[in-house]
């Protein structure tokens, strides 16, 4: 069983709408959970940070927190053509590496 | 800021030959410098954790001898892939993490991508 598991997608949704990516978890030794983005051939850009259970809020941007549920979803609102990317979830124990889930494929269609 | 960087951003070499990669924090000091893999459509895995002026910690499975890595300064690492064969070509990334951050957040660099003939 991998550590941090994540739905490859691809995920194809029109403009406008919510979107939900979602990971699960197995090491309750996680501490700090991140979502990134990337782009083709790019490096991974940090979108949101959360340490422990609870939401977040930035702009578009909502990540949540279940650790009781080793859960953890990141929603985006009003989804544009420009948010056509890979999101990959990440998470942190104490030992300050990052474990990546396998990352999901995203499309926003004009 | 937290700008890393990666040179080059793309190599292609023979098969048997040694490639170096830098990568550079141009605005902060990093404490710490992780070295990753991507393989097409597939998730970032760690190949070593490296710290200024000692030597990488290297994951399980992850060849120390094929992977070279220098963490000279705070502001830059190297990795050499040493006789470089096509089973080694990948996406190479660098990441640097901010002295005294909380959580250590780690600020990725743009990657390189190696193909071997």
């Known amino acids: 069983q991998k550590e941090v598991e994540q739905d490859p997608g691809p995920l194809s949704v029109p403009e406008g709408a919510i979107v939900s990516l979602n990971c699960t978890y197995s090491?309750?030794?996680?501490?700090?959970f991140m979502w990134y983005r990337q782009y083709s051939r790019k490096g991974p850009e940090l979108l949101m940070y959360?340490?422990?259970?609870g939401n977040k809020e930035d702009g578009r941007f909502t990540a949540q927190v279940d650790k009781s549920s080793k859960y953890i979803s990141l929603f985006i609102r009003d989804s544009q053509p420009s948010d056509s990317a890979t999101y990959l979830c990440a998470m942190m124990d104490s030992s300050y590496k990052l474990i990546f889930g396998s990352g999901t494929r995203l499309l926003v269609r004009p | 800021g937290a700008v890393v960087s990666q040179h080059p951003s793309w190599v292609i070499c023979k098969s048997g030959t040694s490639v170096k990669i830098e990568c550079r924090s141009l605005?902060?000091?990093?404490?710490?410098m992780f070295w990753y893999r991507q393989f097409p459509k597939q998730s970032l895995m760690l190949m070593a954790t490296s710290n200024e002026g000692s030597k990488a910690t290297y994951e399980q499975g992850v060849e120390k001898d094929k992977f070279l890595i220098n963490h000279a300064s705070l502001t830059l690492s190297t990795l050499t892939v040493t006789s470089a064969h096509p089973e080694d070509s990948s996406f190479y990334i660098c990441?640097?993490?901010?002295?005294?951050?909380?959580?250590?957040?780690?600020?990725f660099g743009p990657g390189t991508r190696l193909t071997v003939l």
């Open positions: 090491n309750s030794a996680f501490q700090y």
């Open positions: 990441s640097a993490s901010l002295s005294g951050r909380a959580g250590n957040e780690q600020f």
């Open positions: 959360t340490y422990s259970s």
């Open positions: 605005d902060f000091q990093a404490t710490t």
